[in-house]
């Protein structure tokens, strides 16, 4: 059974998915809309939202059991494998380790520190950079591929925070790296 393809089935089904410790998925129906002024019609959409909440639901592990024929325990242990195979990811000495939120929010906190970005900017962001992850095909991330997530998220946000994030990810050791960071962005 492919639980990848079960959790865009469900999705599609309008349920939730909730991943254990990391957040819920959640299939939104945004109503049909007119903007009179815009003379725009906005059909019916369905999006996925994913939320850093989670709430002990169990429905996923039900339905492994139900469609693999198992008892609730084996499609416990098979949706906690999964769930372990998706929140890895690699650092930068080749260690695994689970994919932790707060220590990316504390990362892109510190970059933005006395500067004019709220914490729910900063939230945004953090939740933009889980969203390009989870739509990944690899259960594994590299370091590297999270940081740069980071950088494009923050460029579009406040460029200073953009800098003082960079010299920390790439290891500036020299001010001409600062200048050629700086000189990058207005390409």
Same mark, same amino acid.
């Not at 959409?45 to 008892?71: L, N």
């Not at 939740?127 to 579009?156: D, H």
């Given at each position: 059974?492919?639980? *990848?393809? @079960?959790? $865009?089935?469900?999705? +599609?089904?309008? +349920?939730?998915?909730?991943?254990?410790?990391?957040?819920?998925?959640? !299939?939104?129906?945004?109503?049909?809309?007119?903007?009179?002024?815009?003379?725009?019609?906005?059909? /019916? *959409?369905?999006?996925?939202?994913? &939320?850093?909440?989670? *709430?002990?639901?169990?429905?996923?592990?039900?339905?492994?059991?139900?469609?693999?024929?198992? !008892?609730?325990?084996?499609?416990? +242990?098979?949706?906690?494998?999964?769930?372990?195979?998706?929140?890895?990811?690699?650092?930068? !000495?080749?260690?695994? =380790?689970?994919?932790? &939120?707060?220590?990316?929010?504390?990362?892109?906190?510190?970059?933005?520190?006395?500067?004019?970005?709220?914490?729910?900017?900063?939230? +945004?962001?953090?939740?933009?950079?889980?969203?390009?992850? *989870?739509?990944?095909?690899?259960?594994?991330?590299?370091? =590297?591929?999270?940081?740069? @997530?980071?950088?494009?998220?923050?460029?579009?946000?406040?460029?200073? /925070?953009? $800098?003082?994030?960079?010299?920390?990810?790439? =290891?500036?050791?020299?001010?001409?790296?600062?200048?050629?960071?700086?000189?990058?962005?207005?390409?």
């Amino acid at each position: 059974m492919n639980i *990848t393809d @079960l959790i $865009v089935e469900l999705l +599609q089904q309008g +349920q939730k998915v909730e991943l254990p410790e990391i957040g819920t998925f959640e !299939s939104v129906e945004q109503s049909p809309r007119h903007d009179p002024d815009a003379r725009i019609y906005y059909p /019916a *959409t369905r999006h996925i939202v994913f &939320r850093s909440i989670t *709430t002990g639901d169990d429905s996923v592990v039900k339905e492994i059991a139900r469609r693999e024929c198992v !008892s609730e325990d084996v499609a416990r +242990q098979m949706w906690s494998n999964y769930i372990d195979a998706l929140s890895e990811k690699i650092k930068r !000495s080749g260690e695994h =380790e689970p994919f932790q &939120r707060e220590k990316l929010l504390r990362g892109i906190m510190n970059s933005c520190k006395k500067r004019p970005v709220s914490v729910a900017d900063i939230e +945004q962001l953090a939740t933009n950079v889980e969203n390009a992850l *989870t739509v990944t095909e690899n259960f594994e991330v590299s370091y =590297e591929q999270i940081g740069n @997530l980071v950088m494009q998220e923050l460029k579009k946000l406040d460029a200073v /925070a953009y $800098v003082r994030f960079a010299s920390i990810y790439r =290891e500036f050791k020299e001010v001409g790296e600062f200048v050629d960071q700086i000189k990058s962005m207005d390409k």
